[in-house]
Each structure stands twice: as structure tokens, then as C-alpha cells.
T-cell receptor, first 116, second 112 residues
Framework: GESVGLHLPTLSVQEGDNSIINCAYS??????FIWYKQESGKGPQFIID?????DKRQGQRVTVLLNKTVKHLSLQIAATQPGDSAVYFC???????????????FGQGTILTVHP | DGGITQSPKYLFRKEGQNVTLSCEQN?????MYWYRQDPGQGLRLIYY???????QKGDIAEGYSVSREKKESFPLTVTSAQKNPTAFYLC???????????FGPGTRLTVL
């Protein structure tokens, strides 16, 4: 079956370092990928997304890279801060029967811990 | 402020009881979703609704029911048929054609 998964379940970094969180996907028909951040006991928050016709997109301190050849997605966080500590999920969007409904399939998640 | 609200934040239920989780949004979004999250796992889709008076089963709909009588509201009922209901439940909404889903704060359900 189709799935979205993560290479590393945990990542620990020092404050100020750059962080890279990886995600592998298997559905080559997915046209949209999203990264969410979830803090403990809260709902996920949208970070950044990327369409399948792009290979890179930048936001504020975050960059998402998409490599369709190897079906790999990554989230780079520059100058990581303690407030970045959270669980990060990648998700892929797959259409249902040609409708515009954005069904998301979520990966397992990576726990990012930033040490002061 | 626009957003999604879920209530209650914590909910305790005895085995054999049905319980309803509330989800309200004032974002004027057409689509709404319910997810279940278990410790150390990602989100799994229970039900979704693209429009009022219409909804479809997600990947793990057994033991759950929903209604969509109003655009703003998408309540989820966890029935006694759900064998392992203890989990964190998340509601989300999106514009019809957008992939970005906005999530509520979640309800943690514990079966005693």
C-alpha cells in the first residue's frame, strides 16, 4: 500500500544549529506535500508546503526540498531555537476520484529536541 | 478570531457508553475532517465531509459516526462499538480546493 514514512524518529540538536528532518514517500501520484509542527498536547500547525512541480520552497527559517527521483522530502530549519522543539509530520495529498478534496496521509513523525 | 474549537479538552468515558466530541469552525471552510492520534504515531483519518449533509468514511471509521447538519459544525460520536477508543482526537478544516488543513486543539478521550 501507499505510505509516507520518516527515516529518523528522533533528532537532537544544539540551539543555533541547522536541523534537517527527512521523509520518504511511496505514492508517486501525490501532487502536494506538507510539513506540520505539533507541540505537546496541541493540534498540528502548518509550516510549509510544496507542489510536486517544484523541488524547493523557502519560508521564514524553513526550507522544504523535494526529490521526486528518490521520493524524498526534507524540512530544513535554520538556526534552530528551543521553541522549535516539537514533533514534525510530513503529509502527502492524494486526490480522491478526481475531486478537489485534499485527503492527507501523514507520516509517523519525528521528535525534534533543541538543547539550549 | 477565526479558528477551530474542540470541546471538551479532556473527556472520560466508561466502557459501553457513547460519547460525542464537538468541533466548530468559523473559517467558512467547506471541508472538515476527524483524525485519531495514538502515542508515537501519525494521524489517521476517521471521517471527512466536503459539504453540508455529506460525509465519507476515512481509513478507520468503524465504531465512529458523524453528522454535518451545519457548515460550521462536525461532531464525532465514539460509540461503544469502538474497541479501543482511548486516543487524542483532532478535528481539521480546509477550503474545498486547498490542501492546507487547519487543526483544532484536540480532545483527549480516556476510557475508564
Amino acid at each position: 500500500g501507499e505510505s509516507v514514512g520518516l527515516h529518523l524518529p528522533t533528532l537532537s540538536v544544539q540551539e543555533g544549529d541547522n536541523s534537517i528532518i527527512n521523509c520518504a514517500y511511496s505514492n508517486s501520484a501525490s501532487d502536494y506535500f506538507i510539513w506540520y509542527k505539533q507541540e505537546s498536547g496541541k493540534g498540528p500547525q502548518f509550516i510549509i508546503d510544496i507542489r510536486s512541480n517544484m523541488d524547493k520552497r523557502q519560508g521564514q527559517r524553513v526550507t522544504v526540498l523535494l526529490n521526486k527521483t528518490v521520493k524524498h522530502l526534507s524540512l530544513q530549519i535554520a538556526a534552530t531555537q528551543p521553541g522549535d522543539s516539537a514533533v514534525y509530520f510530513c503529509a502527502e495529498k492524494t486526490d480522491a476520484g478526481g475531486t478537489s478534496y485534499g485527503k492527507l496521509t501523514f507520516g509517523q513523525g519525528t521528535i525534534l529536541t533543541v538543547h539550549p | 478570531d477565526g479558528g477551530i474549537t474542540q470541546s471538551p479538552k479532556y473527556l472520560f468515558r466508561k466502557e459501553g457508553q457513547n460519547v460525542t466530541l464537538s468541533c466548530e469552525q468559523n473559517l467558512n471552510h467547506d471541508a472538515m475532517y476527524w483524525y485519531r492520534q495514538d502515542p508515537g504515531q501519525g494521524l489517521r483519518l476517521i471521517y471527512y465531509s466536503q459539504i453540508v449533509n455529506d460525509f465519507q468514511k476515512g481509513d478507520i471509521a468503524e465504531g465512529y459516526s458523524v453528522s454535518r447538519e451545519k457548515k460550521e459544525s462536525f461532531p464525532l460520536t465514539v460509540t461503544s462499538a469502538q474497541k479501543n477508543p482511548t486516543a487524542f482526537y483532532l478535528c481539521a478544516s480546509s477550503k474545498r480546493a486547498s490542501a492546507e488543513q487547519f487543526f483544532g486543539p484536540g480532545t483527549r478521550l480516556t476510557v475508564l
